[in-house]
């Protein structure tokens, strides 16, 4: 049987509620613990514990002193990825499902960034690729970074394919850190130098507008990484 909310819970539920209405005002003082609990006549002991469930969720702060109280935050990306990917991990995601997933959503992103892409974007994708070529020498490094992936999911212009491609490609690190164990650095060096050319093409593409080749050149390059995820 479903269990029934606890109060704490249903008030947490409540103030979330009240954020999104409001806009996520940042910043903002919601008021104190014992206003709130008064404002929304509970115990000041099951505020205290309201107040750990809207912490958890990464929703308000608390700040002491004057002019205190639960304070509107803004959610950190970081923060939630590793809970998703263990989530994602638990339930026993192949390499096949996670390219299944990752071409489904980075294509999607890669189309609209190529459609959307402005001269900021193009000037971030390029700087992107510089910063990423040192950690291309290095199979530690470039097996943890997908910075790249996930800025042109930012570029799309939509905050849930950024959220969806972060977490599958931290998935993907960690397959890969298993993969890469065994394999020898002259072949990881290789590998990087073929991330690298790939990106390239990518980003060539993105900025360039053509939304149909670089939809084609990342289906080749997730086709690439694949087998280094089983």
């Given at each position: 049987?479903?269990?029934?909310?606890?109060l704490?819970?249903?008030?947490a539920?409540?103030i979330?509620?009240?954020?999104?209405e409001m806009g996520?005002?940042?910043?903002?003082?919601?008021g104190?613990?014992?206003?709130?609990?008064?404002?929304y006549?509970?115990?000041?002991?099951v505020?205290r514990e309201a107040?750990?469930i809207?912490e958890h969720h990464l929703?308000?702060?608390?700040r002491?002193?004057t002019g205190?109280?639960?304070?509107?935050v803004?959610p950190?990306?970081?923060a939630?990825l590793?809970?998703?990917?263990?989530?994602?991990?638990?339930?026993?995601v192949s390499p096949?499902q996670l390219?299944e997933?990752r071409s489904?959503?980075?294509l999607?992103a890669?189309?609209?960034?190529a459609?959307?892409i402005d001269e900021?974007?193009?000037v971030r994708?390029?700087e992107?690729l510089k910063?990423?070529?040192?950690e291309?020498?290095d199979p530690?490094k470039?097996?943890l970074?997908?910075?790249?992936?996930?800025l042109?999911?930012e570029?799309?212009g939509n905050?849930?394919?950024?959220?969806?491609?972060?977490a599958?490609t931290?998935?993907?690190?960690?397959?890969?850190q298993t993969k890469f164990?065994?394999?020898k650095r002259?072949?990881?060096?290789?590998?990087g130098?073929?991330?690298?050319r790939?990106?390239?093409?990518?980003?060539d593409?993105?900025?360039?507008?053509?939304a149909?080749l670089?939809?084609?050149?990342m289906?080749?390059?997730?086709?690439?990484?694949?087998?280094?995820?089983?």
């Amino acid at each position: 049987m479903d269990r029934t909310p606890k109060l704490a819970e249903q008030v947490a539920a409540q103030i979330e509620g009240r954020i999104v209405e409001m806009g996520w005002p940042v910043g903002q003082v919601l008021g104190s613990e014992a206003g709130l609990a008064e404002q929304y006549g509970i115990s000041r002991a099951v505020m205290r514990e309201a107040t750990r469930i809207l912490e958890h969720h990464l929703v308000v702060s608390s700040r002491r002193g004057t002019g205190g109280g639960l304070v509107v935050v803004a959610p950190d990306m970081e923060a939630v990825l590793p809970p998703m990917a263990m989530f994602l991990d638990y339930q026993g995601v192949s390499p096949a499902q996670l390219f299944e997933s990752r071409s489904v959503i980075e294509l999607a992103a890669v189309e609209l960034a190529a459609t959307r892409i402005d001269e900021e974007g193009s000037v971030r994708l390029r700087e992107a690729l510089k910063d990423e070529e040192a950690e291309l020498t290095d199979p530690h490094k470039y097996l943890l970074s997908h910075e790249l992936h996930v800025l042109i999911a930012e570029l799309s212009g939509n905050p849930s394919l950024r959220l969806f491609v972060a977490a599958l490609t931290k998935l993907s690190s960690s397959h890969a850190q298993t993969k890469f164990a065994t394999v020898k650095r002259p072949r990881a060096l290789e590998i990087g130098r073929d991330i690298g050319r790939a990106h390239r093409r990518i980003v060539d593409a993105v900025v360039s507008g053509d939304a149909a080749l670089a939809r084609k050149r990342m289906l080749s390059h997730l086709k690439a990484i694949t087998p280094w995820l089983t």
